[in-house]
């Protein structure tokens, strides 16, 4: 029983490349988070997706798409790197208050 | 704009004190309130939630809510070294479960 899980732990871009990042979980829950950290500041919902097949904007969105592939799976597109993109990303799941967390990615652009 | 306000810290407690972790909010209508635990490099992890005003005791841990005055405290007794770690006030301002976060309190406990 793995929880959450995201890939990759660490990645370095440079401006204007793309990249996805995958997250995954297997406790079965109906809603999935994205979340970003950044030093200072608590975390940010960037998207969630309350039941597979839907997803809505949180509190930072832009720059950011996002696809429920599954019940299982939730996954975070970055079209076109910007240094503001640098920061901590969390993906988070839960079925009701308790969100459940991944390890995290570290991105870092440049 | 619903905000979380926590003081950033470091609060430095020693080994076997009492741990006091304070936060207010802005939005009256909010109804459940958490407490998470992150440490160093690692993701967040719910240690309380409280949902009515007064206290909630769990472990070492007692929770506290006073709706009136928009705060919510965490009390931590016979502080170990591991609960040095950054504490998350967070807060649910409806029913739909997403969450509103505090930037955190980090709590250092001095051996």
């Known amino acids: 029983n793995a929880g959450v899980t995201q890939t990759p732990k660490f990645q370095v871009l440079k401006t204007g490349q793309s990249m996805t990042l995958q997250c995954a979980q297997d406790?079965?829950?109906?809603?999935m988070y994205w979340y970003r950290q950044d030093p200072g500041m608590g975390l940010r919902l960037i998207y969630y997706?309350?039941?597979?097949?839907?997803?809505d904007k949180g509190e930072v969105p832009n720059g950011y798409n996002v696809s429920r592939l599954n019940k299982r799976e939730f996954s975070l597109r970055l079209e076109s790197a910007a240094p503001s993109q640098t920061s901590v990303y969390f993906c988070?799941?839960?079925?009701?208050?308790?969100?459940?967390f991944g390890p995290g990615t570290r991105l870092t652009v440049t | 704009q619903k905000e979380v306000e926590q003081n950033s810290g470091p609060l430095s407690v020693p080994e076997g004190a009492i741990a006091s972790l304070n936060c207010t909010y802005s939005?009256?209508?909010?109804?459940?309130f958490f407490w998470y635990r992150q440490y160093s490099g690692k993701s967040p992890e719910l240690i309380m939630s409280?949902?009515s005003n007064g206290d909630k005791e769990d472990g070492r841990f007692t929770a506290q809510l006073n709706k009136a005055s928009q705060y919510v405290s965490l009390l931590i007794r016979d502080s170990q070294p591991s609960d040095s770690a950054t504490y998350l006030c967070?807060?649910?301002?409806?029913?739909?479960?997403?969450?509103?976060w505090g930037a955190g309190t980090k709590l250092i406990i001095k051996p």
């Open positions: 988070a799941s839960s079925d009701a208050y308790e969100q459940y």
């Open positions: 406790m079965n829950h109906n809603s």
């Open positions: 997706s309350a039941s597979e097949g839907t997803t």
């Open positions: 939005d009256r209508g909010s109804q459940s």
């Open positions: 409280i949902y």
């Open positions: 967070v807060l649910s301002p409806d029913s739909n479960y997403q969450l509103i």
